[in-house]
Nanobody, 122 residues
């Protein structure tokens, strides 16, 4: 089985910073893409940022210039550095990965983490 575990969420004042981490574990053949989504109460889950195995990044317009995404392939870990945080960034942040497993056969899977709560106070 493959598991994504997020960490780094918490309560931060507006203007502050947080770094979220997501570590993938299990029998993973390769990870093609990792990203972060967020969902605020009453709102749809939205893509925040993603990064491919080739390093191509994508950001939501609302976080461009404030957030950065990076990954450590050796650790199967993706990071989301969040700066200049705003109250509207408050949400549960979910890690997502598109990856290949080899057992029981080669398959492409979409895997989600359990989410970590980020709360930005004003």
């Amino acid at each position: 089985q493959v598991q994504l575990v997020e960490s780094g969420g918490g309560l931060v004042q507006a203007g502050g910073s947080l770094r979220l981490s997501c570590a993938a574990s299990g029998s993973i053949f390769s990870i093609n893409r990792m990203g972060w989504y967020r969902q605020a109460p009453g709102e749809q889950r939205e893509l925040v940022a993603s990064i491919t195995d080739g390093g191509t990044t994508n950001f939501a317009d609302s976080v461009k210039g404030r957030f950065t995404i990076s990954r450590d392939n050796a650790k199967n870990t993706v990071y989301l550095q969040m700066n200049s945080l705003k109250p509207e960034d408050t949400a549960v942040y979910y890690c997502n990965a598109g990856l290949i497993v080899a057992l029981p056969t080669f398959r492409y899977l979409e895997v989600w983490g359990q989410g970590t709560l980020v709360t930005i106070s004003s």
